[in-house]
């Protein structure tokens, strides 16, 4: 009788980290990704088909430079905005590079398929 193979528990198992975006670096400290659909400008008529967005919100806030007193940002996630045709494209491509991402949906998105 062949010994049967054992599971690995779960304090056992490698972590998990996410991509780097741009990179294929694997990275612990990448914040959670927000998955949402533009609002309609007001000045906008028609019905032209908003994009959808995936952005990591701030993780630092913005601070002043001491030197020349502008406004510094030393996030490198809050410049990353990546627009898609639909929601599950915007899915699909946060959950190939193993980010966690988050959903948000509006009361005009009711017809979208997306999770």
């Not at 599971?7 to 780097?20: F, I």
């Not at 510094?72 to 966690?100: G, K, M």
Request: net charge positive; charged share 25%; aromatic share 8%.
């Amino acid at each position: 009788m062949a010994p049967k193979k054992r599971k690995a528990l779960g304090h056992n198992l490698p972590s998990r980290h996410a991509r780097q975006p741009g990179t294929n670096l694997v990275g612990n400290e990448v914040p959670s990704a927000l998955i949402y659909r533009e609002t309609k400008s007001v000045m906008q008529g028609g019905s032209r088909k908003r994009p959808w967005v995936l952005e990591f919100p701030a993780s630092r806030p913005l601070s002043a430079d001491p030197l020349t007193g502008w406004t510094r940002n030393d996030d490198p996630y809050r410049h990353i905005r990546l627009t898609f045709p639909d929601c599950d494209s915007a899915v699909a491509f946060a959950e190939r590079q193993e980010w966690d991402y988050a959903v948000r949906h509006t009361n005009s998105d009711s017809s979208s398929s997306c999770n």
